[in-house]
T-cell receptor, first 113, second 113 residues
Framework: AQSVAQPEDQVNVAEGNPLTVKCTYS??????LFWYVQYPNRGLQFLLK??????LVKGSYGFEAEFNKSQTSFHLKKPSALVSDSALYFC???????????FGRGTSLIVHP | SQTIHQWPATLVQPVGSPLSLECTVEGTSNPNLYWYRQAAGRGLQLLFYSVGIGQISSEVPQNLSASRPQDRQFILSSKKLLLSDSGFYLC????????????FGPGTRLTVT
């Protein structure tokens, strides 16, 4: 079984400040972890993934995520937020042997000017 | 490069009418294909996935069906729409390699009246 939790429905941050969007997961095998972003009335866009290797993963648009095995977390981060980062963010996990990822409920990121 | 197309972008249909949504992928072969529905509350619900031509797995029993007549074509259908079928329908593909993330189409906004 696999599951993912995004504990915050909404995150508010001021432009220029660092941002963190939290994600924790549960999976029986090796976790494959993903972050996606969705702008209004658009499909999800792939941001980054962790499969193996370095715990800090860098992705698109300056985003990065840190895999923490002991805390079963995969938080999304960005050093300096932009107003244009405002969107809905989804974390997803997939057991390495599965075709089907499990998505979190999404976190709405609002970056204030 | 790979691209994914969905059409139509928006659709308004009366209750009891049929439905056909189409998704095609270019630039890859033998992709894993997925249909999701996203309700107003934001969460993604997996409806169907396919690992090959003619191979369809249903995740949720309902009045929808899916078909994969060609390697890079995935069709979502219904014989009679219900009000509860309204939502944002997303098609996605994933490469056959184990660590690949999913790539989503632009979505179809379906309103059943």
């Amino acid at each position: 079984a696999q599951s993912v939790a995004q504990p915050e429905d909404q995150v508010n941050v001021a432009e220029g400040n660092p941002l963190t969007v939290k994600c924790t997961y549960s999976v029986s095998g090796n976790p494959y972890l993903f972050w996606y972003v969705q702008y209004p009335n658009r499909g999800l866009q792939f941001l980054l993934k962790y499969i193996t290797g370095d715990n800090l993963v860098k992705g698109s648009y300056g985003f990065e995520a840190e895999f923490n095995k002991s805390q079963t977390s995969f938080h999304l981060k960005k050093p300096s937020a932009l107003v244009s980062d405002s969107a809905l963010y989804f974390c997803a996990v997939r057991d390495g042997g599965s075709y089907i990822p499990t998505f979190g409920r999404g976190t709405s990121l609002i970056v204030h000017p | 490069s790979q691209t994914i197309h969905q059409w139509p972008a928006t659709l308004v249909q009366p209750v009891g009418s049929p439905l056909s949504l189409e998704c095609t992928v270019e630039g890859t072969s033998n992709p894993n294909l997925y249909w999701y529905r996203q309700a107003a509350g934001r969460g993604l619900q997996l409806l169907f996935y396919s690992v090959g031509i003619g191979q369809i797995s249903s995740e949720v029993p309902q009045n929808l069906s899916a078909s994969r007549p060609q390697d890079r074509q995935f069709i979502l259908s219904s014989k009679k729409l219900l009000l509860s079928d309204s939502g944002f329908y997303l098609c996605a593909w994933r490469g056959a390699s184990g660590g690949s993330g999913q790539y989503f189409g632009p979505g179809t906004r379906l309103t059943v009246t």
